[in-house]
């Protein structure tokens, strides 16, 4: 079925269905075929955003806030995901500055945390 202004909606709906069963390429598919109708919408790029994020993918995850953020500047999804995404780097390379340290496993279980980007 192809895309159109009409039918976004039905995308979108079928992207966040997906999600939740974690279809990953389906969710993929779905947005890609949004965001060729309408390339500044927000619900699929942070659709997109989540599934890389799930897909432990973080560079794609601040790629895709970083467009929403071009979109609308004070978008807080994106912001916070791009915060938490800057969390988790600092900490892992806390982890590994501490590598010999007695506090790995607390740092460990930080990490553990904040696996998961889930504004």
Known sequence: MQADKNNVNNWLDLAHAALNVDRNRDVEEYCKKILEVDAKNIKA???????????????????????????????????????????????????IDAANDSQVQILYEEIKKLAYIEP
Do not use: G, Q, T
Request: aromatic content about 12%.
């Open 45 to 95: 790029w942070m659709l997109r955003a989540r599934n890389a994020n799930r897909m432990v993918k973080p560079k794609e995850v601040k790629e895709y806030c970083k467009i929403v953020l071009e979109i609308d500047p004070d978008n807080f999804e994106a912001l916070f995901s791009i915060a938490k995404l800057e969390r988790k780097v600092e900490y892992y390379h806390k982890a």
